[in-house]
């Protein structure tokens, strides 16, 4: 592989470019990825295109390579930040566009817990497959996360716990949902290291997401399900 001095990125033709752009996103090279966003965009790509197959594909390979410990947090946030400079460019041109919005999500690690690196990597991969994210940061009551959904009109509440102690605080929250009506209204995703799959069907969660990758993948099975069962309806 040349160096990157060496490669000029607007010389390269669209399918070469993408290519480079994963390579670029996995390095974390933030300027790059603006530069490529850029030059796609000025040659004409639809910013929905550019998202998708420029950054999105990027990203599905940074959370892949995550997943099998291949790469650590420190460079999936980096890779993330570079995404989120692409995503800059992109939103006001995505909302004039009317692009397809995948769903909204809002997300927060629950009360007496103040972990967030996992949280954060969640939301930052949602965002990079299209997902528009609320996140609530660290140490959420439940009136909090019913406010944010209501507020927001989400599709999908996300919560995290690092810690044995506070994972019980999501049946709190799912508990206060149902009591209230409001339980079918969301899709429930829970997320965390002393969190397994047993648990998250436990607490009456829609699903136990083990890393972000998987939550990303998670999250469009069930928002495709809910649009045709509304089609269906």
Not at 22 to 47: F, S, T
Not at 105 to 112: A, L, P, Q, R
Not at 203 to 213: E, L, S, T, V
Request: glycine content about 10%.
């Amino acid at each position: 592989m040349a160096d990157e001095e060496d490669i000029i990125l607007s010389e390269l033709d669209d399918e070469e470019l993408v290519l480079q752009m994963h390579d670029d996103l996995y390095d974390g090279l933030k300027e790059e990825i603006e530069e490529g966003v850029n030059i796609l965009l000025g040659r004409d790509w639809a910013p929905y295109d550019v998202l998708t197959k420029a950054l999105v594909a990027g990203m599905t390979i940074v959370g892949a390579d995550f997943r099998d410990g291949i790469l650590f947090v420190p460079e999936v946030l980096l890779a993330a930040n570079a995404m989120k400079a692409g995503m800059a460019i992109l939103k006001p041109l995505l909302a004039e566009t009317g692009a397809p919005k995948v769903g909204k999500m809002v997300i927060g690690t629950v009360k007496g817990d103040i972990h967030d690196i996992g949280k954060n990597l969640v939301g930052m991969m949602m965002e990079g497959a299209g997902f528009e994210v609320v996140d609530l940061g660290i140490n959420n009551p439940v009136e909090k996360y019913l406010e944010a959904l209501e507020r927001e009109e989400a599709d999908i509440l996300g919560m995290s716990a690092l810690l044995t102690t506070t994972m019980p605080y999501m049946k709190v929250v799912i508990d206060t949902l149902k009591e209230k009506g409001m339980r079918e209204n969301y899709i429930v995703l829970v997320g965390g290291a002393p969190l397994n799959e047993e648990f998250g069907r436990a607490i009456g969660a829609d699903a136990y997401c083990r890393d972000a990758a998987v939550a990303v993948q998670t999250a469009k099975d069930f928002i495709a399900r809910k649009h045709n069962k509304l089609g269906a309806g």
